[in-house]
């Protein structure tokens, strides 16, 4: 599997970034794919993902309201769009992607992913 993380950058405190995830293969064989990011000197955290016959995406509470995850099979990626960004999102953010579907406790827990892609820097200015 490789994936292929972009649109990462730098933004003022309140603006918008969409970061896309392109995926080798066929996406619709991913059954849970994901978005992680990885502040200086913090642990890796989930942020959101999604699991093929789930009733919705999930997301970490610190992001809810302000991220949207989708993914577009036709085109092997997937996508984070952050908006109302805050200078506590700036991070380096990292999709995955698992071929089976996760249970929904394991979903945003980087434990349950081998795959990943190699991370793009999110910046927030004040």
């Known amino acids: 599997v490789q994936l292929q993380a972009s649109g990462g950058g730098l933004v003022q405190a309140g603006g918008s970034l969409r970061l896309s995830c392109a995926a080798s293969?066929?996406?619709?064989?991913?059954?849970?794919v994901a978005w992680f990011r990885q502040a200086p000197g913090k642990e890796r955290e989930g942020v959101s993902c999604?699991?093929?016959?789930?009733?919705?995406?999930m997301y970490a509470d610190s992001v809810k309201g302000r991220f949207t995850i989708s993914r577009d099979n036709a085109k092997n990626t997937m996508y984070l769009q952050m908006n109302s960004l805050k200078p506590e999102d700036t991070a380096v953010y990292y999709c995955?992607?698992?071929?089976?579907?996760?249970?929904?406790?394991?979903?945003?827990?980087?434990?349950?992913?081998?795959?990943w892609g190699q991370g793009t820097l999110v910046t927030v200015s004040s």
């Open positions: 293969g066929f996406a619709s064989d991913y059954q849970t």
């Open positions: 999604i699991r093929s016959g789930s009733n919705g995406p």
């Open positions: 995955a992607v698992r071929f089976n579907r996760v249970l929904a406790y394991m979903c945003l827990d980087p434990s349950s992913y081998v795959s």
